[in-house]
């Protein structure tokens, strides 16, 4: 189940920051990049082995 969790939210950050380079107006660009950042930074640490 973890493993799912981790996948789903590095799937989502690698989106948000693949599609924030798409994005016209540089605020939402700006936020893809770092909600996305976020998510995948955050998978890192869950799947980091402790």
């Known amino acids: 189940m973890e493993f799912l969790i981790i996948a789903i939210i ?10 924030g380079s798409h994005v016209k107006s540089s605020t939402v660009s700006k936020l893809f990049y770092c909600v ?3 998510g995948v930074i955050m998978a890192m640490y869950i799947a980091w082995p402790k």
């Open 36 to 38: 996305g950042t976020v």
């Open 10 to 19: 590095f799937s989502i950050g690698l989106i948000l920051l693949i599609s």
